[in-house]
């Protein structure tokens, strides 16, 4: 029998943050607060201190805070920047923005995310940084990466837009390197209304040259002194009261999602990214990622069941149209894993039922080809 089971559902979620959600809207609206003010430096000082961070910066959106993140360090043209080829276009946009190149990095082939390793591979002699990609929730190994980043002198960006709340070794994303960045997209695990961004620092001029650029180049606390060339990159009020609302959820919508993992986990196994997770590494699995063969006849067969899926990412992003001038290092991993990988139902409301429903519906497929369904996974005949 099908049963619709969606790829997310930001009802429920909002629904258990309602009443927050509620008196924020009231507030903004009474006080005329849309631009700046107290609500937006109220949620800044509280993802500061949930990340274990000195200063936040709220922006606009996350590619906005990547982007400020480099030119705060002067990441320019002539730069090399590593960044992972499997992630989302933003963390590539944002080299392009400031005239710098991003290089393809590799990936690993259990987690998918980049190691010391394979930044050591793309490395160039005109690498000035890189930007590793918390992806899908998990943490990158930092204890490697920032040992590498020594070495070789150069700086971090941390792309926690998918990874609000994980840990390495007991710390926080995001505060590894000389910058994290956040996106607060509807659909993360702490989403807003619309779009929202921001940047984390433990470096003062850091953060005080993304806070003035994000305002028009003001200086700080000058409405009409404008220091540097800036642009509008601000967070809104209204933005910054729904977050602060939903924050206190944060960690049990978490902790429920690791749950939904675990039961991922108990009936595919080995078919999960990231299965065999060190133990340092405290994912939020804001992403299910499976690998599969026949994947897009597969998911299309999800769909007529009811069951939504999704595909982060179908192409890697020296492969698009925008990135094609690009000399690439060959990134085998990350090529093979574009065409396999499939994004299962994940959100904290989810039940073990559902998950249940998921897996038996993945079991009980059979492939366009006629194979059993023991072809369906992509380890199941090695």
Known sequence: MNKNIPFLDLGAMNAEAAQGIAEAWRAITTESAFIGGRRVQDFESQWASYCGSSFCIGLSDGTAALELALRALGAGPGDDILGPANTFIATWEAVAAVGARPIAVDVDPVSLLVTAETLGNALTTNTVGAIPVHLFGQPANMTEIMAFAGRHKLWIIEDAAQAHGARWNGQAVGTFGDAG??????????????????????????????????????????????????????????????????????????????????????????????????????????????????????????????????????????????????????????????????????????????????????????????????????????
């Open 181 to 382: 960045c956040f996106s607060f997209y509807p659909g993360k695990n702490l989403g807003a209304f619309g779009d929202a961004g921001a940047v984390i620092t433990n470096s003062h001029r850091i953060a005080g040259f993304v806070r003035s650029f994000a305002n028009h180049g003001r200086r700080d606390g000058h409405a009409d002194i404008h220091d540097i060339i800036g642009n509008n990159r601000r967070l809104d009020g209204l933005q910054a009261a729904i977050l602060s609302a939903k924050l206190p959820f944060l960690n049990s919508w978490n902790a429920r999602r690791r749950n939904v993992h675990s039961w991922y986990r108990q009936r595919l196994g080995t078919q999960v990214v990231g299965h065999t997770p060190d133990t340092r590494a405290v994912s939020v699995h804001h992403l299910e990622v499976i690998r599969v063969c026949n994947r897009d006849q597969i998911r299309g067969q999800l769909t007529e069941l009811g069951i939504g899926t999704g595909i982060h990412y179908r192409i890697p992003c020296h492969r698009h149209a925008a990135f094609e001038n690009l000399a690439v290092p060959a990134v085998p991993v990350a090529e093979s894993a574009a065409s396999e990988i499939l994004s299962l139902p994940m959100y904290p409301h989810m039940k073990q039922e559902d998950v249940e429903h998921v897996c038996d519906a993945m079991f009980n497929l059979v492939s366009p080809f006629g194979a059993s369904k023991s072809r369906i996974f992509r380890h199941a005949a090695a």
